[in-house]
């Protein structure tokens, strides 16, 4: 059969431009080796003064090609202190599902009773995985600046590709 | 003002006090004459550019010049001088020197039988050149290689060349020696051309109907040479036949193309020109408009054309006047108009790029001695792309239309000057010396923004960076000379000058070239050479786009810099030339994207930043060797090149300041390239390429964090991290092309069918790799190719 395949050039040509369609629609492997990784924690926390909830996103770290999925470590706790203050602490306990539908990751959650105050100031986080070295980072909290303005509703009208907009004018003091 | 030259090495002073020593007792001459005028096709009278002039009784020789133009100095009496050139029957003729003598020679095309083999030294053989790293590749033999898609393209053959190497898969883009493509000074008539691509790279801009002659020089750069780190591309376009009306043309599966030569004025003026299109447009708008809905219109476009055209004058026998032209054009795009009752509308968005040069050039014969050769040339590319839409609402009252376009602009445009003097005052020396002055006028991208909501509100304003000036000089000379028996060297200098801004760099850049011939044929070759330049192209280091954006060096942009040392070895076996370099080049003042940074950064960002705040300059390294075994003529011919090399790169800010691999360091390039004519009606053509897969970043380890959405509400995302730059390897680049040729002499000319076929055995060389998922549902890297096997036909016809 191969033999009267390749007896015809038009068949051959056909044949190799199917395997090439083929090819060219789902590419080719290629055994690319990643260096073996050591996994390390990332963590990650954004925070904004007048916040209700504080969340903190603690992962290890996995090759792309790793088929695991990062997840949350078992047994994490974290503090986060201002000016040597503590302000916040996360307890195994309070793990959560943060985010919507597939897109879902298990992160340390606080539901704060007031909402968040972070005066200007350095703030240092840690971050305790029991069997694993302490991780710490710091950063330094910006002061809030200071701005009074004048807010005129409805101060202008425009025509605009989506029709008529009511603008409103910040007038700064 | 910023000096960038170094204080000279010490041991390029030894070639100089050689060269002051060959004109001494030992080379002392008898009384002489010299023989000079022009070798030119005994058909069609144009000149033979290369041509060689040799006199066996003082075993002394000459070169024609890049306009055919020869000088060669005899002693008194009668002599027997040789003419010959690649492909024509070499001429043997008896001069007698009572005095200064002009003669212009024709030569035969094809060789007679008796005549293909003629004396050492009667053709400039590979080891007889003082100039190393030049290949010429014969436009013919290039015609006869395998083309994809029927389009025959002079810089994918360069790059079967060692130490060219291709950018992707089925670009026409090359890297030379580790160098970036905006190294490459690509001359067409001697006039810089700065966007070679059509169809994004894919084609070169170069019609092969229209070349008469190709060469490219990777090192060893002669002084009258300068402006780029990497490579000089010289493209002389066809002076058309003298003598009768001639012309060629092709159709391929991609483009047609037309080209008609003959006489002005018989023996005197000649034209030529010649025009290409594409027309997948064509065929395929008129089938998108039948089946687009009533009240819609949909224009796509795509094509790109471009024409050559060149007309020569002999002004007597000392001028001659050359006028030449390149025009090209890519436009890519689309249109749509939509009509619903009262309301219209019309979307117009695309991109273009169009290059153009014209160039003037006139030869004069100040003496027998004396040549020159000014020009005054225009280099022209612009790339604009954008959208523009407006909406249009009729009703019985009035008409109301609303605009809204967003249209980008880029380019580059010179204006320049040169004058190149050739002079030989004996046999050892011929000096070459000139200059050049060059204004430059870039626009590093502009984005014009119109806004006409009603009559009332008509805003139209250009955003971006203003437009920058440069202006380029050089001076160069250089003495090609006879030292000693079989010793040959190029000893020049080329001083060059930018002021730009406020800024003014001067650059002084020797450059030497040492060949010695051997008693067994051997000869050794070495070469050093410093380099400077000016401009730079902005460009991804992954692709050669349209977008690329060529910006002078600036007060913060320092000039780019090279030192290339070679040394080689050249024989001649038979037919074969033989030669095996090998090379080291660094280079300072590389410019590069930072890390993050790209074509949209530089452009868009009106945040008071320019694309200098975008870029960052760093220093690189190239070494390696190639080999070249090359058979120019005969029933086979061809050549097999090989190159093995490293090239490296260094940014402060990028890669952490680590070294890292260029994009296109290649560690094994192979090209073999064979021609064989079975008979007058058929030749076979074959090329097999195989290269180191190309370097490239892939990400390589992911984590979890958090970033606010759209409304502020933090979620959940996953972080990729890359790996060092460039530290993984695609797979390996292996193709082979095969085409047929079936060529039939008909009343008036020749037809000729070409059958080719491009990736033979349907390797599917990657063009980009991506990580995706297997079968089994584990994580991969998948590499995915744009060309499998490509057949194609192309009809092509001569008169």
């Given at each position: 059969?191969?033999i009267r395949?390749?007896?015809?050039?038009?068949l051959?040509?056909?044949?190799?431009?199917?395997?090439g369609?083929e090819?060219?629609?789902?590419g080719?492997?290629?055994?690319?080796e990643?260096?073996d990784h050591?996994?390390t924690?990332?963590a990650?926390?954004?925070?904004?003064?007048?916040?209700?909830?504080?969340?903190?996103?603690?992962?290890?770290?996995?090759?792309?090609l790793?088929?695991?999925p990062?997840d949350?470590?078992?047994?994490?706790?974290a503090?986060?202190q201002?000016e040597?203050?503590?302000?916040?602490?996360?307890?195994?306990?309070?793990v959560?599902?943060v985010?919507?539908g597939?897109?879902?990751?298990?992160?340390?959650v606080l539901?704060?009773?007031?909402?968040?105050?972070?005066p200007?100031?350095?703030?240092?986080?840690?971050?305790?995985?029991?069997?694993?070295?302490?991780?710490?980072?710091?950063?330094?909290?910006?002061?809030?600046?200071?701005v009074s303005?004048?807010?005129?509703?409805?101060?202008d009208?425009?025509?605009s590709l989506?029709?008529?907009?009511?603008?409103?004018?910040v007038?700064?003091? | 003002?910023?000096k960038?030259?170094?204080p000279l090495p010490f041991w390029?002073l030894l070639?100089?006090?050689?060269?002051f020593?060959?004109?001494?007792g030992?080379?002392?001459?008898?009384k002489t004459?010299?023989l000079?005028?022009?070798?030119?096709d005994?058909?069609?009278?144009e000149?033979?550019?290369?041509?060689t002039?040799?006199h066996?009784?003082?075993?002394s020789g000459t070169?024609?010049?890049?306009?055919?133009?020869?000088?060669?100095?005899?002693?008194i009496g009668k002599?027997?001088?040789l003419?010959?050139?690649?492909?024509?029957?070499p001429?043997?003729?008896?001069?007698?020197?009572t005095?200064?003598?002009?003669?212009?020679?024709d030569?035969?095309?094809?060789?007679?039988?008796?005549?293909?083999v003629?004396e050492?030294g009667?053709?400039?053989?590979?080891?007889?050149?003082?100039?190393?790293?030049?290949?010429d590749?014969?436009?013919?033999?290039?015609?006869?290689?395998?083309?994809?898609?029927?389009?025959?393209?002079?810089?994918?053959?360069?790059?079967?060349?060692?130490?060219?190497?291709?950018?992707?898969?089925?670009?026409s883009?090359?890297?030379?020696r580790?160098?970036?493509?905006?190294?490459?000074?690509?001359?067409?008539?001697?006039?810089p051309?700065?966007?070679?691509?059509h169809?994004?790279?894919f084609?070169?801009?170069?019609?092969a109907?229209?070349v008469?002659?190709?060469?490219?020089?990777?090192?060893?750069?002669?002084?009258?040479?300068?402006?780029?780190?990497s490579?000089?591309?010289?493209?002389t376009m066809?002076?058309?036949?003298?003598?009768?009306i001639?012309?060629?043309?092709?159709?391929?599966m991609?483009?047609s193309?037309?080209?008609?030569?003959?006489p002005?004025?018989k023996?005197k003026a000649?034209?030529?020109?010649?025009?290409?299109?594409t027309?997948?447009?064509?065929?395929?708008?008129?089938?998108i408009?039948?089946?687009?809905?009533?009240?819609?219109?949909?224009d796509?476009?795509?094509?790109?054309?471009?024409?050559?055209?060149?007309?020569?004058?002999?002004l007597?026998n000392?001028?001659?006047?050359?006028?030449?032209?390149f025009q090209?054009?890519?436009?890519?795009?689309?249109r749509t108009?939509?009509?619903?009752?009262?309301?219209?509308?019309?979307i117009?968005l695309g991109?273009?790029?169009r290059n153009?040069?014209?160039?003037l050039?006139?030869?004069?014969?100040?003496?027998?001695?004396?040549?020159?050769?000014?020009?005054l040339?225009?280099?022209?590319y612009?790339f604009?792309?954008?959208?523009?839409?407006?909406?249009?609402?009729t009703n019985?009252s009035n008409t109301e239309?609303?605009?809204?376009?967003?249209?980008?602009?880029?380019?580059?445009?010179?204006?320049?000057?040169?004058?190149?003097?050739?002079?030989?005052?004996?046999?050892?020396?011929?000096?070459?010396?000139?200059?050049?002055l060059?204004?430059?006028?870039?626009n590093?991208?502009?984005?014009?923004?119109?806004?006409?909501?009603?009559?009332?509100?008509?805003?139209d304003?250009i955003?971006?960076?203003?437009?920058?000036?440069?202006?380029?000089?050089?001076?160069?000379?250089e003495?090609?000379?006879?030292?000693?028996?079989?010793?040959?060297?190029?000893?020049?200098?080329?001083?060059s000058?930018?002021?730009?801004?406020d800024?003014?760099y001067?650059?002084?850049?020797?450059?030497?070239?040492?060949?010695k011939?051997?008693?067994?044929g051997?000869?050794?070759?070495?070469?050093?050479?410093?380099?400077?330049?000016?401009v730079?192209?902005l460009t991804?280091?992954?692709?050669?786009?349209?977008?690329?954006?060529?910006?002078?060096?600036?007060?913060?942009?320092?000039?780019?810099?090279?030192?290339?040392?070679a040394?080689?070895?050249?024989?001649?076996?038979g037919?074969?030339?033989?030669?095996l370099?090998?090379?080291y080049?660094?280079?300072?003042?590389?410019?590069?994207?930072?890390?993050?940074?790209?074509f949209?950064?530089?452009?868009?960002?009106?945040?008071?930043?320019?694309?200098?705040?975008a870029v960052?300059?760093?220093?690189?390294?190239?070494?390696?060797?190639e080999?070249?075994?090359?058979?120019?003529?005969?029933?086979?011919?061809?050549?097999?090149?090989?190159?093995l090399?490293?090239?490296?790169?260094?940014?402060d800010?990028?890669n952490?300041?680590?070294?890292?691999p260029f994009?296109?360091?290649?560690?094994?390039?192979?090209?073999?390239?064979?021609?064989?004519?079975?008979?007058d009606?058929?030749?076979?053509?074959?090329t097999?390429?195989y290269?180191?897969?190309?370097?490239?970043?892939?990400?390589?380890?992911?984590?979890?964090s958090i970033?606010?959405d759209?409304?502020?509400?933090?979620?959940p995302?996953?972080?990729?991290?890359?790996?060092?730059?460039?530290s993984?390897?695609?797979?390996p680049?292996?193709?082979?092309d095969?085409s047929?040729?079936?060529?039939?002499n008909?009343k008036h000319g020749?037809?000729?069918?070409?059958?080719?076929?491009?990736?033979?055995?349907?390797?599917?060389?990657?063009?980009?790799a991506l990580?995706?998922?297997s079968d089994?549902?584990t994580?991969i890297?998948?590499?995915?190719?744009?060309?499998?096997?490509i057949?194609?036909?192309?009809?092509?016809?001569?008169?």
């Amino acid at each position: 059969m191969a033999i009267r395949i390749l007896n015809r050039p038009c068949l051959l040509g056909a044949f190799i431009l199917l395997v090439g369609c083929e090819k060219w629609s789902d590419g080719v492997v290629n055994e690319i080796e990643f260096p073996d990784h050591e996994a390390t924690t990332a963590a990650s926390c954004i925070l904004t003064t007048g916040d209700s909830k504080a969340i903190l996103s603690v992962t290890n770290t996995a090759s792309l090609l790793s088929v695991a999925p990062v997840d949350l470590p078992q047994g994490v706790s974290a503090t986060l202190q201002h000016e040597g203050v503590m302000v916040l602490s996360w307890t195994a306990e309070d793990v959560a599902l943060v985010g919507e539908g597939l897109d879902v990751q298990k992160m340390l959650v606080l539901n704060l009773d007031s909402p968040l105050n972070l005066p200007e100031g350095e703030i240092e986080l840690t971050v305790t995985i029991p069997g694993e070295p302490l991780l710490t980072a710091r950063a330094i909290q910006p002061g809030m600046p200071e701005v009074s303005y004048t807010l005129h509703l409805g101060a202008d009208t425009i025509a605009s590709l989506w029709g008529s907009e009511i603008l409103d004018e910040v007038g700064l003091d | 003002m910023y000096k960038t030259h170094k204080p000279l090495p010490f041991w390029l002073l030894l070639p100089a006090i050689a060269w002051f020593a060959s004109d001494s007792g030992v080379f002392a001459q008898e009384k002489t004459f010299v023989l000079s005028g022009y070798v030119q096709d005994a058909s069609s009278g144009e000149q033979l550019l290369g041509a060689t002039v040799w006199h066996k009784a003082t075993a002394s020789g000459t070169a024609a010049n890049l306009y055919g133009h020869y000088t060669i100095v005899l002693p008194i009496g009668k002599q027997e001088v040789l003419f010959s050139y690649l492909g024509y029957t070499p001429l043997r003729l008896e001069v007698n020197m009572t005095k200064d003598t002009k003669l212009d020679v024709d030569l035969a095309a094809g060789m007679q039988l008796g005549e293909a083999v003629v004396e050492a030294g009667a053709s400039e053989s590979i080891e007889e050149r003082v100039q190393m790293s030049k290949i010429d590749i014969p436009v013919d033999q290039i015609k006869k290689l395998p083309a994809i898609a029927g389009e025959v393209d002079l810089l994918k053959s360069l790059q079967l060349l060692p130490g060219v190497q291709s950018g992707n898969e089925g670009s026409s883009g090359i890297y030379v020696r580790g160098g970036s493509p905006d190294q490459n000074l690509i001359l067409l008539d001697g006039v810089p051309l700065y966007s070679v691509s059509h169809l994004f790279g894919f084609f070169s801009v170069f019609n092969a109907d229209a070349v008469r002659k190709i060469s490219i020089t990777k090192g060893g750069y002669p002084s009258r040479f300068g402006g780029r780190l990497s490579s000089i591309l010289e493209v002389t376009m066809k002076e058309g036949h003298k003598k009768e009306i001639h012309g060629a043309g092709s159709i391929s599966m991609l483009a047609s193309k037309m080209t008609l030569e003959g006489p002005l004025v018989k023996d005197k003026a000649s034209f030529m020109i010649s025009g290409r299109r594409t027309y997948l447009d064509l065929l395929v708008n008129p089938i998108i408009r039948a089946s687009s809905p009533e009240d819609s219109q949909v224009d796509p476009r795509y094509f790109f054309h471009d024409l050559n055209a060149k007309v020569n004058w002999r002004l007597g026998n000392r001028d001659r006047l050359y006028l030449s032209t390149f025009q090209g054009v890519d436009d890519f795009g689309v249109r749509t108009k939509d009509s619903q009752g009262e309301r219209s509308e019309d979307i117009d968005l695309g991109l273009d790029w169009r290059n153009s040069v014209l160039a003037l050039r006139w030869n004069h014969e100040w003496g027998p001695s004396l040549f020159s050769n000014l020009t005054l040339m225009k280099s022209r590319y612009d790339f604009n792309t954008g959208f523009d839409y407006s909406e249009t609402i009729t009703n019985a009252s009035n008409t109301e239309t609303t605009r809204f376009a967003s249209l980008y602009s880029s380019g580059i445009r010179d204006l320049g000057g040169r004058m190149d003097f050739d002079y030989a005052p004996n046999n050892r020396h011929f000096i070459r010396f000139g200059g050049n002055l060059t204004q430059h006028r870039f626009n590093p991208g502009a984005t014009q923004v119109i806004l006409n909501l009603s009559e009332e509100f008509d805003f139209d304003t250009i955003l971006g960076a203003p437009d920058l000036y440069s202006t380029e000089a050089f001076v160069y000379a250089e003495d090609e000379v006879e030292l000693a028996e079989g010793l040959k060297a190029n000893i020049g200098l080329h001083a060059s000058t930018l002021f730009v801004e406020d800024a003014t760099y001067s650059s002084v850049q020797p450059r030497l070239a040492l060949s010695k011939r051997l008693s067994s044929g051997l000869a050794i070759k070495a070469s050093y050479a410093e380099m400077t330049q000016f401009v730079n192209l902005l460009t991804n280091e992954g692709l050669t786009l349209p977008t690329d954006l060529w910006l002078p060096s600036t007060a913060r942009i320092r000039p780019q810099q090279s030192t290339q040392y070679a040394v080689g070895a050249a024989k001649t076996l038979g037919k074969l030339e033989l030669s095996l370099e090998a090379y080291y080049k660094d280079m300072d003042g590389l410019l590069s994207y930072k890390e993050g940074a790209s074509f949209g950064s530089a452009a868009f960002d009106n945040n008071g930043t320019t694309w200098e705040d975008a870029v960052t300059q760093g220093q690189g390294t190239s070494y390696g060797a190639e080999l070249l075994v090359q058979k120019k003529q005969g029933k086979t011919s061809g050549w097999v090149g090989y190159t093995l090399s490293w090239t490296d790169r260094q940014f402060d800010e990028i890669n952490s300041g680590e070294w890292f691999p260029f994009t296109y360091d290649r560690r094994h390039d192979v090209s073999v390239v064979l021609i064989h004519e079975l008979s007058d009606k058929w030749t076979l053509g074959t090329t097999w390429v195989y290269g180191t897969g190309r370097a490239l970043t892939l990400n390589e380890v992911q984590y979890g964090s958090i970033l606010p959405d759209y409304n502020g509400s933090l979620s959940p995302v996953t972080f990729e991290v890359p790996s060092d730059r460039n530290s993984y390897r695609l797979s390996p680049y292996h193709r082979l092309d095969v085409s047929a040729t079936r060529t039939k002499n008909v009343k008036h000319g020749q037809r000729s069918l070409v059958l080719s076929v491009y990736n033979a055995y349907n390797n599917l060389n990657p063009f980009l790799a991506l990580p995706g998922t297997s079968d089994e549902g584990t994580p991969i890297i998948r590499e995915y190719g744009i060309f499998p096997f490509i057949p194609s036909v192309a009809w092509q016809f001569e008169f």
